[in-house]
């Protein structure tokens, strides 16, 4: 490892500079503001030595990491979105009594758990970043140690997600014993009889059940709702966005598109993508909870992500790059409305606390409808661009089963997203007036990131051109 | 550039319309028709301005690149075809904010805004050329439409609005499936990634790819026409829809379907829209027997004048399908006269039920004595609606049943069936709310002059329609020629089908 090595990792190793500046911060004097701005500082290095160190690329930095265009552009997408959740944190926790300077601290660790696994092509580096965002996420997730739904959110999260560690674990030995390499291309081959499949198949099914479960896709969905509706609002923003861009970057890696292609690989995928998209719209038709709404819808889009990752071209992969900056915008919008809702008591996420809020807070209102509307795939929104860009994919790859069960349970979808609509919309009998104000950093993030949804949602080109020129799209 | 202020000075009028209800409640309403009389005169512009060589397809048209990536190209273009429909939606357009007048006292300045997106959004889908942007001007009007059902509509209009919104946006997701397979076949043979209509239009496809494809984009239409058996949001969303919404939604959106079919359907897939032509005719006449049938048997007098929708929507298939000049020219006029005729009687409706508060034909009766001038002109749209000579209908449905008895005798008797079922359900209508005996008593206010001027103003359209029908076909002819030129289908050879 030489100097241009470690000018090469300069966003992570600013990032791991934050956590110390933080920890001492912290130490120094205790206070929210400071602790808040030098989170977001460090966050906004780290962003901008993405483009420093853009003109290194591609570089291998030992046999762990990789840098390249494709793990510049997640870890922009991540440190975006860490960003905006630092955001989100200062105004919602500025609401509750007690100490919330620690949770800047774990936010930062995760986010370098997650960079680090869209960099890795080694289980070793993947292992790492991936305990890292685990184990912050746990007391991330736990933070409001005085609530027994977070509390039970937090042990729910710890319990399976070192299940899923282990199984992942056990994954990479097996696929070791085979191949005697841990280095991601060692999974690339499946078809020749060099390697042993009794042993390949099973590792990389296990290992697939250890991101799985990260991704929260069907049948190992189980943790997810619990989780939103446990979790602080910017926590589980957190959980939605930052950490499953991270997996799906990584899962993107790991299976190369010739692996996907291989029979036994593009089945399991298949059946998960499927059983996802169905199970996720059916479950939240009769949620009353807007967190378990999102949750229930979060297992669907990732379920037609994978259909876009089951598509297996360099197209598929633009789509997929295109459709989780469309879904962290949404959802950092929808979990930002929700932490400018919530009072110091509990989460705003109850359907009845949402009537009428369009004649009450009408801007407010109107983001959160654009989001909605964006999450459901409707023109004149980033979400349907997304959307768009799957179901080309999808047609492109001839995947047509695939991408009907698509077209369908997203119908499914749109009622649960209407009757959020509709109730936003709804008379209500005495509108109290509203005691919760819009500070005005999360008013810029909220009004930013609704720009951005229509913006792109209207004029995708600029964003299209930036994923082509780092990932390498069609024409 | 037109074309883009058609759309633009729509979308302006809305937001200026929202603001400006802070001020005043007449302020929205004001604005509202001075951007539509503003998309008048540019069309004005339009049609003045037009190239009169027969050479050139369009009157005018803008191309811009959108998402070069895609191939994807903002591109507005106009010929005869889109400047009639253009027409009636600001026709349509006028009638909807004047029939809201007294009726929406709430949210004026919201409500105006979706109205003003609707027409945007319709405004746009006639315009269209590229068709990822017809997809996404389709499904973009549904979402004002869709607001003005679920906040202004009546008892049911939660259950109405989220059925018309799953319906359409689920045969929409279809057409986009289709869209996006045409798109890749397309590349597959020329190598061009386009979504350009005219690239697209010959492309070779295999004939089960054809027929499929085909079957995306015609589900869509067919929900939108509609087209038995996928008619079943029609009667809720019109039923529940404030006036102003059910007006907008069977002058203007039913279009949509009747406009997707004659521009895209068959001229992009003849083949296999020839393979399909006995299927469609034969829905086509279910749905006319079937639409006046139910009309019949209804008791809510505004679901009555939607079933009566999907009875003279079924002509506009008949006459599509059965693509030659006569059945070209009926399905047209049909599906301009209808926009007047039934967006009249839905005006008369929520009239009627302002002032008495009922849809219930069984709680009206005797309000000829009371209120002559609104039975009177309800009466005459009723003889409209059942095709009688002389008024606009009756020119359009003629023209289809001439052109369909070249295809096929029988499906044409059942269909001239139909327009003797339409003389029961007109008649059992004015009967049993206008004639017999006020046994409720009902005293109400008859028209007012705002009323007056917008039934007057439909009856001298339906009536110059019925006379002088050739201004209409005219300005169609080209346009039709056009589209007719595009399908190498002559119509002898569908002479040859049952």
């Keep these: 490892m030489n100097a241009t090595d470690t000018l090469a990792l300069l966003p992570l190793l600013l990032l791991a500079g934050t956590t110390i500046v933080v920890m001492l911060g912290i130490a120094a004097k205790r206070s929210h503001k400071l602790t808040a701005g030098l989170t977001l500082t460090g966050f906004a290095a780290s962003f901008l030595s993405i483009f420093a160190v853009a003109r290194l690329v591609p570089r291998q930095v030992t046999s762990l990491l990789l840098l390249d265009g494709y793990a510049l552009f997640y870890l922009g997408l991540i440190v975006a979105s860490a960003a905006a959740v630092a955001v989100l944190s200062y105004q919602y926790f500025a609401k509750h009594d007690g100490q919330h300077e620690e949770l800047y601290l774990l936010l930062v660790l995760a986010t370098l758990g997650c960079s680090v696994l869209v960099m890795s092509v080694h289980f070793v580096s993947f292992l790492l970043g991936l305990e890292v965002l685990s184990v912050s996420l746990y007391g991330m997730v736990a933070y409001f140690t005085g609530r027994g739904q977070a509390l039970e959110a937090g042990i729910k999260y710890l319990v399976l997600a070192s299940a899923s560690a282990a199984f992942l674990l056990f994954g990479m030995a097996l696929i070791y014993a085979d191949t005697g390499t841990m280095a991601f291309s060692s999974v690339a081959d499946l078809s020749v009889g060099k390697s042993n499949l009794a042993l390949l198949l099973p590792g990389i099914a296990l290992t697939v059940t250890g991101i799985g479960f990260k991704l929260g896709v069907v049948p190992f969905h189980l943790w997810i709702p619990d989780v939103y509706q446990g979790a602080p609002a910017p926590v589980s923003a957190f959980v939605a966005t930052t950490s499953k861009t991270a997996l799906v970057g990584l899962l993107l890696r790991y299976l190369a598109p010739g692996t996907r292609q291989s029979p036994a690989v593009f089945f399991l995928f298949a059946v998960i993508a499927i059983a996802s998209m169905c199970a996720g719209n059916l479950l939240a038709l009769r949620q009353n909870n807007v967190k378990r709404v999102l949750a229930y819808s979060s297992i669907a889009h990732f379920g037609y992500i994978l259909v876009a990752f089951l598509a297996a071209s360099t197209m598929a992969s633009g789509a997929v790059a295109f459709y989780l900056v469309a879904y962290t915008v949404t959802i950092l919008a929808a979990f930002g409305i929700i932490a400018v809702l919530s009072t110091s008591e509990a989460d705003a996420a109850d359907l009845e606390q949402y009537r009428g809020l369009f004649w009450r807070r009408p801007l407010l209102a109107s983001v959160f409808t654009a989001v909605l509307l964006s999450l459901a795939g409707i023109p004149a929104t980033m979400g349907f661009v997304g959307k768009f860009y799957i179901l080309a994919s999808g047609a492109n790859a001839s995947a047509w089963l695939l991408i009907i069960v698509l077209v369908l349970t997203s119908v499914i979808g749109l009622f649960y997203y209407l009757r959020i609509v509709v109730t936003l919309f709804s008379e209500v009998p005495e509108p109290q007036p509203s005691t919760q104000r819009l500070d005005w950093s999360t008013a810029f993030l909220l009004g930013g990131l609704a720009v951005l949804l229509i913006w792109f949602g209207v004029y995708p080109a600029p964003l299209l051109n930036l994923i082509r020129a780092t990932l390498g799209g069609p024409n | ?498």
């Design chain 2, 1 to 498: 550039m037109i074309l883009i202020f058609l759309i633009a000075t729509l979308l302006l009028g809305g937001i200026l319309a929202a603001i400006s209800a802070r001020w005043s409640t007449n302020l929205p309403r004001w604005i509202s028709l001075a951007a539509i009389a503003v998309d008048l005169g540019l069309s004005a512009r339009i049609w003045t301005g037009r190239s009169l060589s027969a050479s050139k397809t369009w009157y005018d048209e803008v191309d811009w690149n959108w998402v070069p990536n895609f191939g994807i190209h903002f591109h507005l273009a106009v010929d005869g075809l889109s400047f009639l429909m253009l027409m009636l939606t600001f026709f349509i357009g006028i009638i909807a904010v004047l029939c809201s007048w007294t009726e929406i006292r709430e949210k004026i300045g919201f409500f105006h805004f979706n109205l003003m997106w609707v027409l945007a959004g319709i405004v746009s889908v006639f315009l269209a050329m590229d068709l990822f942007l017809f997809y996404f001007a389709w499904e973009l009007m549904l979402i004002p439409m869709y607001f003005l059902i679920v906040i202004w509509g009546h008892e049911r209009r939660v259950y109405a609005g989220t059925k018309f919104f799953l319906f359409t946006q689920c045969s929409g997701l279809l057409m986009l499936i289709a869209i996006l397979a045409l798109y890749f076949i397309h590349h597959q043979t020329t190598g061009v990634y386009t979504f350009e209509y005219s690239e697209l239009l010959g492309t070779t496809l295999s004939s089960s790819a054809e027929l499929a494809i085909m079957l995306g984009f015609f589900i869509a239409f067919a929900v939108k026409l509609p087209v038995v058996p996928l008619h079943t949001w029609l009667p809720d969303a019109h039923t529940e829809a404030p006036t102003a919404g059910s007006v907008i939604l069977a002058g203007l959106l039913l279009k949509t379907g009747g406009y997707g079919l004659l521009r895209f359907v068959i001229p992009l897939f003849p083949r296999a829209a020839h393979e399909f032509t006995p299927v469609a005719l034969a829905l086509a006449v279910f749905g006319i027997i079937y639409g006046a049938v139910m009309a019949f048997s209804q008791t809510d007098l505004k679901r009555l004048v939607a079933y009566t929708s999907v009875s003279h929507l079924g002509f506009v298939l008949l006459g599509i399908f059965s693509w030659n000049p006569l059945a070209l020219q009926g399905a047209i006029m049909t599906m301009i006269c209808h926009g007047l005729s039934t967006g009249a009687l839905f005006v008369l409706v929520g009239g009627l039920q302002e002032r008495i508060h009922t849809r219930d034909l069984n709680r009206m009766g005797g309000l000829w004595a009371v209120a002559p001038r609104l039975s009177a002109s309800a009466l005459f749209f009723s003889l409209a609606s059942l095709g009688l000579p002389g008024l606009g209908d009756f020119v359009g449905e003629f023209l289809v049943l001439l052109g369909s008895y070249k295809v096929s005798v029988t499906l044409t008797v059942f269909a001239t069936g139909g327009i003797l079922a339409s003389t029961f359900y007109a008649l059992r209508m004015m009967q049993r709310a206008f004639f017999g005996p006020n046994t409720n008593s009902w005293r109400l206010p008859d028209l007012t002059p705002r009323e007056l001027l917008m039934i007057s103003a439909m009856i001298l359209g339906l009536l110059w329609l019925g006379f002088y029908p050739q201004p209409v076909l005219n300005i169609f002819a080209p346009a039709m020629h056009n589209l007719q030129h595009e399908v190498q289908m002559p119509a002898a050879t569908l002479g040859s089908q049952p």
